[in-house]
């Protein structure tokens, strides 16, 4: 019988027999909010490609641009160009930063804005900013706004995990995500808790917002 103390996702992912061993391997995981949605974006988009550790170096060299605060999108588009390149940003990802800080500035970005947003309506207001795409916008769902039931299918260590999970045939890509869709929609509406479990299980799980 499950403890009391289990969360109310256990319970039903635990009806998915292959990914029953992962969710006995690791403690329970539990999601949060978290606040100045702008600057977790530009995290986001500064970790991509990089190891954790790097993208630890990189987004703390951010920070002492502001002394340590924490910026608004307007004190990150007063920084200088060079000056964002020099923390070890590419040239690309320092553009993408800065899409991010004037969107927020011209379009709002509110946290309370974006909290009352539908998954849906999410992706269509983040996505127009040059260097935001779905799979960062699908991040920034999980990790930032708390939500349960979000399934990234073109997430690499995802994809890894259930072909080893699930011996799935990776040989066919459209065919793959189609199965993948297939198995994950039996997860909802917890798709983000085994996304996680999959996740740790491969240990390979993304940098999260900082």
């Excluded at 009352?116 to 207001?125: Q, T």
């Excluded at 999970?165 to 990776?170: E, G, N, P, S, T």
């Amino acid at each position: 019988m499950l403890s009391a103390r289990l969360p109310e996702y256990y319970a039903h992912l635990s009806k998915d027999k292959k990914l029953l061993p992962l969710l006995q391997a690791h403690t329970p995981f539990r999601l949060k909010k978290r606040k100045n949605i702008c600057l977790r974006l530009c995290a986001s988009i500064m970790s991509q490609q990089l190891s954790t550790k790097v993208a630890e170096v990189i987004y703390k060299r951010f920070l002492l641009l502001f002394d340590g605060a924490e910026p608004t999108p307007q004190q990150i588009l007063e920084v200088p160009f060079e000056t964002l390149r020099g923390i070890g940003l590419s040239n690309a990802k320092t553009h993408y930063v800065r899409n991010v800080a004037e969107y927020a500035v011209t379009h709002g970005m509110e946290d309370r804005k974006l909290y009352r947003m539908s998954n849906e309506e999410v992706l269509a207001f983040l996505t127009p900013i040059k260097g935001v795409g779905k799979w960062t916008v699908e991040m920034l769902l999980m990790f930032t706004l708390g939500r349960e039931d979000i399934f990234p299918p073109d997430d690499l260590g995802i994809r890894q995990a259930m072909i080893r999970l699930y011996r799935l045939d990776a040989g066919d890509k459209k065919a793959l995500q189609e199965r993948m869709l297939k198995i994950s929609a039996r997860w909802a509406p917890y798709r983000t808790y085994a996304c996680l479990h999959l996740w740790h299980h491969k240990d390979n799980a993304p940098v999260q917002d900082k």
